[in-house]
């Protein structure tokens, strides 16, 4: 289904919940399955002085995850998607490409993890954050139509946004 901002705000079909419902859940437990049985020394090591440990990357997927459902409630009172946009597209571009970005970027400082917390403490909080994102999935009205700036993919509508998060989960860095 190809959906352009001509047509009005709209919550999502049933293909695209299930979509975003399935990548969210195999993407949670491709995490889950990476990290099981690491050691504490594990979860700490960093390759490099300049490079995050597991144990930060996952304080900083959780970070993300709490910071979903606040955008996903701005979203209708967002701009609307310019005129033309192919949805479906982008939705596959996401899919396709944002597990796979190599190029690093340096995450605002409110995204940046501290290192401080224990793996219990993150798991812990990705989990309830990627629970919430779920439910939100299913409960947000108007996921389609209006569009906020992505600091990395441009703008994207609430299920992009959706898509986005659960991809980046699965992010490969060079």
């Excluded at 998607?81 to 192919?86: F, L, S, T, V, Y």
């Excluded at 796979?100 to 309830?128: I, M, N, W, Y």
């Amino acid at each position: 289904m190809s959906t352009t901002s001509n047509e009005a705000l709209r919550c999502l079909g049933a293909e695209e919940k299930s979509r975003a419902s399935d990548y969210l859940a195999s993407t949670r437990d491709a995490l889950l399955k990476a990290v099981d049985e690491l050691s504490f020394e594990q979860w700490r090591f960093k390759p490099t002085a300049d490079r995050w440990s597991i144990g930060e990357i996952v304080e900083h997927l959780a970070i993300i995850e709490a910071r979903v459902p606040a955008l996903i409630g701005r979203m209708s009172e967002a701009p609307a998607a310019e005129p033309g946009r192919k949805d479906s597209e982008i939705d596959e571009f996401i899919l396709a490409a944002a597990s796979k970005v190599t190029k690093r970027f340096d995450a605002p400082s409110e995204l940046q993890p501290t290192g401080q917390h224990s793996p219990e403490h993150c798991l812990r909080q990705f989990l309830d954050g990627r629970a919430h994102t779920i439910r939100l999935r299913e409960a947000a009205p108007f996921l389609r139509g209006r569009v906020l700036p992505h600091p990395v993919f441009g703008p994207l509508d609430g299920y992009q946004r959706i898509l986005a998060t659960a991809a980046h989960t699965m992010r490969r860095s060079s």
